[in-house]
């Protein structure tokens, strides 16, 4: 008995000499105990430069974890089990966020640099006043396709993907609001129509689209164009961006009759115990340079104006990326369908993948 209650004694001892050990390292690097910074966001999302500077220049600890859906992001946030000071969701979980009283209200005055945002992705339909959000990315969902696979021929419309000249050649993202979306757009209809017959048309159009999918997949649709394994694929515009770094021949196009026009968030969850950090840490992400900087790693479009000055010439004039106030006109914001119009999106997706089957 005196034996294991010695064994008790050294571990306990032990353990609190590490964690003494841990904070007078963290010490000597700039951090104060405790001060870190829980920040949640999507995969390969951020320079890991610009991480290393918000700490050098704060002393604050990032800890910088990431999640593959809104879905999953929003289920960890309401369990509560890590206390996320900063997340980054799209702009129909803000709405769903904001229901489940899961977001705190930004506090401007500890946000100067948000005058460097363009005023056209403030004050949107999901955040009005931006109560509680402040864009970070924003970009389109289209087409990426490579001419010289296909003889020449343009795509400028969803509807050209019914071409029978297209078949076993196109990649869908897995995705129902992206893929549905894409049907009720080629039929002029609303992305975040609720009309039950308009839908169950939606998925019919999309059964009739089986014979030109070769595959419905995930990140691997960047890898799979980009080696020229397929000549269409639809997805996002950032994604696009990427492939055609790697490869020059192929294009992005953003249909005629309107696409999603979609928005990735900073917020602040309720949970959040560092939120002067979080605060810090939006506005470091508002400032120009670091912006700029952002946006040449990352690949998606800025809606941060004064950032532009700084970036490369081939960036900021590319009109597939940074449309006119015409084309963005056209695009819809995905609204919050509620629980019950969602899951008809979902399964009336999951009905077109099994009928391909």
């Given at each position: 008995?005196?034996?294991?209650?010695?064994?008790?004694?050294?571990?306990?001892?032990?353990?609190?000499a590490?964690?003494?050990?841990?904070?007078?390292?963290?010490?000597?690097?700039?951090?104060k105990?405790?001060?870190?910074?829980?920040?949640?966001?999507?995969?390969?999302?951020?320079?890991?430069?610009?991480?290393?500077?918000?700490?050098?220049?704060?002393?604050?600890?990032?800890?910088?974890?990431?999640?593959?859906?809104?879905?999953?992001?929003?289920?960890?946030?309401?369990?509560?089990?890590?206390?996320?000071?900063?997340?980054?969701?799209?702009?129909?979980m803000?709405?769903?966020?904001?229901?489940?009283?899961?977001?705190?209200?930004?506090?401007?005055?500890?946000i100067?640099?948000?005058?460097?945002?363009d005023?056209?992705?403030?004050?949107?339909?999901?955040?009005?006043?931006?109560?509680?959000?402040?864009?970070?990315?924003?970009?389109?969902?289209?087409?990426?396709?490579?001419?010289?696979?296909?003889?020449?021929?343009?795509?400028?419309?969803w509807?050209?993907?019914?071409?029978?000249?297209?078949?076993?050649?196109?990649?869908l993202?897995?995705?129902?609001?992206?893929?549905?979306?894409?049907?009720?757009?080629?039929l002029?209809?609303?992305?975040?129509?609720?009309?039950?017959?308009?839908?169950?048309?939606?998925?019919?159009?999309?059964?009739?689209?089986?014979?030109?999918?070769?595959?419905?997949?995930?990140?691997?649709?960047?890898?799979?164009?980009e080696?020229?394994?397929?000549?269409?694929?639809?997805?996002?515009?950032?994604?696009?961006?990427?492939?055609?770094?790697?490869?020059?021949?192929?294009?992005?196009?953003?249909?005629?009759?309107?696409?999603?026009?979609?928005?990735d968030?900073?917020?602040?969850?309720?949970?959040?115990?560092?939120?002067?950090?979080?605060?810090?840490?939006?506005?470091?992400?508002?400032?120009?340079?670091?912006?700029?900087?952002?946006?040449?790693?990352?690949?998606?479009?800025?809606?941060?104006?004064?950032?532009?000055k700084?970036?490369?010439?081939?960036?900021k004039?590319?009109?597939?990326?940074?449309?006119?106030?015409?084309?963005?006109?056209k695009?819809?914001?995905?609204?919050?369908?509620?629980?019950?119009?969602?899951?008809?999106?979902?399964?009336?997706?999951?009905?077109f993948?099994?009928?391909?089957?």
């Open positions: 008995m005196k034996s294991l209650l010695r064994g008790l004694i050294i571990i306990v001892v032990l353990s609190i590490l964690l003494v050990i841990v904070d007078k390292l963290n010490s000597s690097s700039g951090y105990s405790g001060n870190t910074l829980n920040v949640y966001n999507w995969g390969d999302y951020i320079d890991a430069d610009l991480i290393k500077k918000f700490e050098k220049e704060t002393g604050i600890k990032v800890v910088y974890e990431t999640f593959d859906s809104n879905e999953a992001m929003m289920t960890k946030i309401q369990q509560g089990g890590t206390n996320y000071d900063i997340a980054i969701p799209s702009e129909y803000i709405d769903k966020m904001k229901e489940e009283n899961l977001l705190l209200p930004i506090d401007y005055s500890k100067p640099n948000v005058k460097n945002i005023r056209r992705f403030m004050d949107l339909s999901f955040d009005p006043e931006n109560k509680y959000s402040i864009p970070y990315f924003w970009g389109t969902v289209g087409i990426v396709y490579n001419p010289n696979m296909l003889n020449g021929k343009k795509i400028t419309s509807e050209d993907l019914w071409d029978k000249d297209l078949r076993n050649q196109i990649l993202v897995d995705g129902a609001r992206e893929i549905m979306g894409m049907s009720l757009n080629s002029h209809y609303s992305l975040n129509d609720k009309n039950h017959q308009h839908l169950r048309e939606a998925k019919e159009n999309l059964d009739a689209l089986t014979p030109n999918v070769k595959a419905i997949v995930g990140d691997e649709i960047r890898m799979l164009v080696n020229g394994e397929a000549s269409v694929g639809v997805l996002w515009s950032g994604m696009a961006s990427e492939i055609m770094w790697e490869n020059e021949e192929v294009e992005y196009v953003v249909p005629k009759e309107g696409s999603n026009l979609w928005f968030n900073m917020v602040i969850p309720k949970t959040a115990k560092n939120i002067n950090g979080a605060h810090k840490f939006i506005n470091f992400m508002l400032d120009a340079k670091n912006a700029a900087q952002n946006t040449e790693y990352v690949g998606y479009s800025t809606p941060n104006k004064a950032a532009m700084y970036l490369p010439k081939e960036i004039e590319d009109k597939r990326f940074y449309l006119d106030e015409a084309m963005t006109a695009l819809e914001v995905y609204e919050n369908l509620g629980q019950k119009s969602l899951a008809e999106y979902n399964d009336l997706f999951l009905e993948k099994m009928h391909r089957k």
